[in-house]
T-cell receptor, first 112, second 110 residues
Framework: DAEITQSPRHKITETGRQVTLACHQTWNHNNMFWYRQDLGHGLRLIHYSYGVQDTNKGEVSDGYSVSRSNTEDLPLTLESAASSQTSVYFC???????????FGSGTRLTVV | GQQVMQIPQYQHVQEGEDFTTYCNSSTTLSNIQWYKQRPGGHPVFLIQLVKSGEVKKQKRLTFQFGEAKKNSSLHITATQTTDVGTYFCAGPGDNNDMRFGAGTRLTVKP
């Protein structure tokens, strides 16, 4: 069955380190998204991509980057982790012409 | 950019009581989506509304889209413990990405 997987599920890292969170989907969806979830803020969009080599900034993109070299993967990189980036990160995808997003199970990131 | 505001932030009900969450936008929305996130889980798509005044039902859940397409509501009749979770609305952003409200966390006392 097609799926969207995120790894790792949990990560603890130190301030200033570079961190990459993986997102892999086998739905063959062109559209992929990264959100962070914090209490009181709901889901906030970080970056998104509508196809290979396409990347766009969302509402909270500072300190994050993404790359899209193939359809299946959209890794999220924190260039220099900060404590304010402690959060739960969700990756999502959506097929062309589809309505709703399919979310991964999330990555809980703690920056100490 | 487009923002959707959602109220209330929390709602605690006795099992069997009804529950409603509201979503409001300052701009007209082409569509609105609703998601449910169980505790410790990930958001799961429930439904999309597109037409002005649209009403859709899924068992005990009723979804409405306002006539002006600036507000929406989700109503649950006779809540059950399985309804526990956070309910999010989402509307399209400037580039057809979805922007989520802050969510309403529902707890149900047996």
């Amino acid at each position: 069955d097609a799926e969207i997987t995120q790894s790792p599920r949990h990560k603890i890292t130190e301030t200033g380190r570079q961190v990459t969170l993986a997102c892999h989907q086998t739905w063959n969806h062109n559209n992929m998204f990264w959100y962070r979830q914090d209490l009181g803020h709901g889901l906030r969009l970080i970056h998104y991509s509508y196809g290979v080599q396409d990347t766009n900034k969302g509402e909270v993109s500072d300190g994050y980057s993404v790359s899209r070299s193939n359809t299946e993967d959209l890794p999220l990189t924190l260039e220099s982790a900060a404590s304010s980036q402690t959060s739960v990160y969700f990756c999502a995808s959506r097929g062309q012409g589809a309505y709703g997003y399919t979310f991964g199970s999330g990555t809980r990131l703690t920056v100490v | 950019g487009q923002q959707v505001m959602q109220i209330p932030q929390y709602q605690h009900v006795q099992e069997g009581e009804d529950f409603t969450t509201y979503c409001n936008s300052s701009t007209t929305l082409s569509n609105i989506q609703w998601y449910k996130q169980r505790p410790g889980g990930h958001p799961v798509f429930l439904i999309q509304l597109v037409k002005s005044g649209e009403v859709k039902k899924q068992k005990r859940l009723t979804f409405q889209f306002g006539e002006a397409k600036k507000n929406s509501s989700l109503h649950i009749t006779a809540t059950q413990t399985t309804d526990v979770g956070t309910y999010f609305c989402a509307g399209p952003g400037d580039n057809n990405d979805m922007r989520f409200g802050a969510g309403t966390r529902l707890t149900v006392k047996p």
